[in-house]
T-cell receptor
């Protein structure tokens, strides 16, 4: 199946620092989603992007849908300890009966207080 | 409260036994999905259902079966034919399948087979 390249795999930062992570694909997507997963829990949707070039914020989180439709990034500003978790990007194609989300392998974020 | 429930949270089975994982949603969503998550991996789609009494195989359907007799429920059976059943299983739903419809996840069931 399709693959999303998500980077970095892990990040160790100090509380208060800004964080940036991104996903790239060889295929075009027409929806990008960003999720956060706490240990042992299901992913929680953070931000959904539907248009190339779209920049969307949710509190301290900002995500962008790349203009080529093959990439997306997520920024977290002024990180706090509860930001710890795994962040996943996911892309959805249009056309036909392809309703499958393709997930990146995740970015593990650790925030040192 | 609207949401997706999965039960149980933890499940232990002996090798060779079939086991059924429950997924219920009260969001009035048409589409439901089952994913498998292994350590350090992204989510992989097992089966999905766009509407009642219809479902399609995902990327890793072998050794699994599903049913969709009610809109609210999409149980997953892990059969003895599944070679590596130990994993974290996640159920999700969306208003409909397709573009523009975000998928929302349940809390997951961790299955351990020994």
């Amino acid at each position: 199946g399709q693959q999303l390249n998500q980077s970095p795999q892990s990040m160790f930062i100090q509380e208060g620092e800004d964080v940036s992570m991104n996903c790239t694909s060889s295929s075009i997507f027409n929806t990008w989603l960003w999720y956060k997963q706490d240990p042992g829990e299901g992913p929680v949707l953070l931000i959904a992007l539907y248009k190339a070039g779209e920049l969307t914020s949710n509190g301290r989180l900002t995500a962008q849908f790349g203009i080529t439709r093959k990439d997306s990034f997520l920024n977290i500003s002024a990180s706090i300890p509860s930001d710890v978790g795994i962040y996943f990007c996911a892309g959805l194609n249009s056309g036909g009966s392809n309703y499958k989300l393709t997930f990146g392998k995740g970015t593990l974020l650790t925030v040192n207080p | 409260d609207g949401g997706i429930t999965q039960s149980p949270k933890y499940l232990f089975r002996k090798e060779g036994q079939n086991v059924t994982l429950s997924c219920e949603q009260n969001l009035n969503h048409d589409a439901m999905y089952w994913y498998r998550q292994d350590p350090g991996q992204g989510l992989r789609l097992i089966y999905y259902s766009q509407i009642v009494n219809d479902f399609q195989k995902g990327d890793i359907a072998e050794g699994y079966s599903v049913s969709r007799e009610k809109k609210e429920s999409f149980p997953l059976t892990v059969t003895s034919a599944q070679k590596n059943p130990t994993a974290f299983y996640l159920c999700a739903s969306s208003i409909t399948a397709g573009t523009g419809n975000e998928q929302y996840f349940g809390p997951g069931t961790r299955l351990t087979v020994t």
